[in-house]
């Protein structure tokens, strides 16, 4: 006799063998099987329908989580940029600001540079950073020096509860004297 069907569930293939040997026909086994995965396949439609919409519910319920952690990485991503900006903004200032230093008189060309960079990039500074800026430009007796303007913007823009580095870590190379040469 040979097998037509071999299944990993116990017993079926000696069901299957029985309907085989009853009705001493292969063409009858195969009908009365076609006709059972017909019923089955009648009564999982109905399933079908209601895990397609199930399926479907899951779906758009993935969907706006996925959209919703997208939009806080988003925002975080925006924010960092701001950030970077704003650093690079207090870098232009001050290495405008001290270019006289190195280059030798301070023309109005050079105070017109300033003046441009200075209104270019203030917009993208938060108030206090704002402040300090102005107090060391304007070369106050209380002004932070330029490397403790740095590590001020640090803690600022870093959202740092005290600042993570001194002023006396940062290194500022100063211009050199003719004589120095």
Known sequence: MIYLYSSPIKG??????MRRVETKSPKAWLTETEKDKGKKIQKGGAM????FIFGLGIGVLL??????????LAE????QHKRREASTAIADILSEWIRSAYMGKFSNEDRWQLQKIYWKNIMLL????????GRALAKEPDAPSSNELIMQARK???KLSKPDISA???ITWFPNNEKDS
Do not use: A, F, M, W
Not at 12 to 17: A, C, D, I, M, V
Not at 76 to 79: G, I, Q
């Open 12 to 17: 079926l293939e000696e069901k299957l063998l």
């Open 48 to 51: 079908n329908g209601s895990n």
């Open 63 to 72: 969907k706006t989580c996925l959209d919703y952690i997208l939009s806080i």
């Open 76 to 79: 975080k991503r925006e924010l």
């Open 126 to 133: 938060d108030k206090k950073l704002v402040g300090l800026l």
């Open 156 to 158: 600022i823009l870093l």
């Open 168 to 170: 006396g870590q940062l």
